[in-house]
């Protein structure tokens, strides 16, 4: 079952708390179901209980009879199609919620919806029949489409006001319809615990847990692996540097401080700067300066002598 599915599912079990939510998510299965309109039109899902709910919502919302057929998907997958073919039973069901199908263009009536518990039940409804969720294991995306740029505008801003969290969609056009998007994984998680697919927003967390946990351990990871790598190439110059100096001139030339810690580092290339502190007895900066003269004399026997180093 995709990640769509599951949420209409989750979505299509609930029960209206009141009879006006009732209506208000009757309102919103149908009004963006493309079977909002005089015309003889159907709505093809492949989701059972999203088209099942059509049926009932329009009958005890509206009064309107619906019809229910067996269909095949544009996929090849079995599907359901659910139409009004009685033109009386299309008037009255755009009648119930203030529509007479000839409105110059389709818009959200805001008086159905009577109070703010309405809102989540509409959009709930809305979802049953053009929402979509992307399965977040591989991305965050939850869209709204509409095929009307005024019904998609009224969309987006409802969407802006609803609950108690803040939720930003944003709004596109693409094939000939619009769509209304979240991409935010807190926001869809929140959005779907709003419309009441608490199951559903809850494996969104686990899955955006498990990715903030295994982002962190990569950061990390990458962290120390580009400190080792910082520490190996530091290292790799000095003991070039400090061969240099043994290989022309000898070690003995050092002064003493210089010659204890050039004869540690050539023999602990892996040693950090803290071990190489702790072995001296002296400071880590006291170190780091000692090794940047090593390599100061280093570096100019090995461009005195044109010495090929591979660092």
Not at 126 to 132: E, H, I, Q, R, V
Not at 140 to 167: C, K, M, P
Not at 242 to 266: F, K, V
Request: net charge positive.
């Amino acid at each position: 079952m995709s990640f769509t599915s599951q949420i209409k599912s989750e979505l299509a079990q609930l029960e209206p708390k009141s009879h006006c939510c009732l209506r208000a998510e009757c309102y919103g299965i149908w009004l963006f179901s493309k079977c909002f309109t005089l015309l003889d039109s159907a709505f093809i899902t492949e989701c059972a209980p999203a088209a099942r709910k059509m049926l009932e919502l329009a009958a005890v919302g509206a009064g309107a009879s619906a019809q229910l057929t067996y269909a095949v998907s544009r996929r090849s997958r079995p599907a359901y199609r659910v139409s009004l073919p009685e033109g009386q039973e299309r008037l009255r069901l755009l009648e119930a919620f203030g529509h007479t199908g000839r409105e110059p263009c389709l818009r959200i009536n805001r008086a159905v919806l009577e109070n703010d518990c309405c809102q989540d039940a509409f959009l709930r409804g809305a979802f049953l029949t053009c929402g979509s969720a992307t399965d977040p294991n591989k991305a965050y995306h939850l869209e709204f489409s509409a095929l009307y740029q005024n019904l998609a505008r009224d969309l987006y801003t409802l969407i802006g006001e609803v609950g108690n969290f803040r939720v930003s969609p944003a709004l596109v056009r693409r094939n000939g319809s619009y769509g209304v998007y979240l991409k935010d994984g807190g926001q869809i998680e929140d959005l779907l615990t709003f419309l009441g697919a608490t199951g559903a927003s809850m494996e969104l967390m686990q899955v955006r847990m498990y990715k903030e946990a295994k982002n962190n351990i990569n950061r990390k990871s990458n962290f120390e692996t580009a400190n080792m790598d910082k520490t190996y190439s530091a290292s790799a110059r000095q003991t070039a540097a400090i061969a240099a100096i043994s290989d022309s001139q000898g070690l003995e030339s050092l002064p003493e401080n210089l010659q204890a810690l050039a004869r540690l580092r050539l023999d602990n290339p892996d040693m950090t700067l803290r071990e190489l502190s702790q072995r001296l007895g002296i400071s880590r900066s006291g170190v780091n300066h000692r090794l940047q003269k090593l390599i100061e004399l280093g570096e100019g026997i090995i461009m005195e002598k044109g010495i090929n180093v591979l660092m």
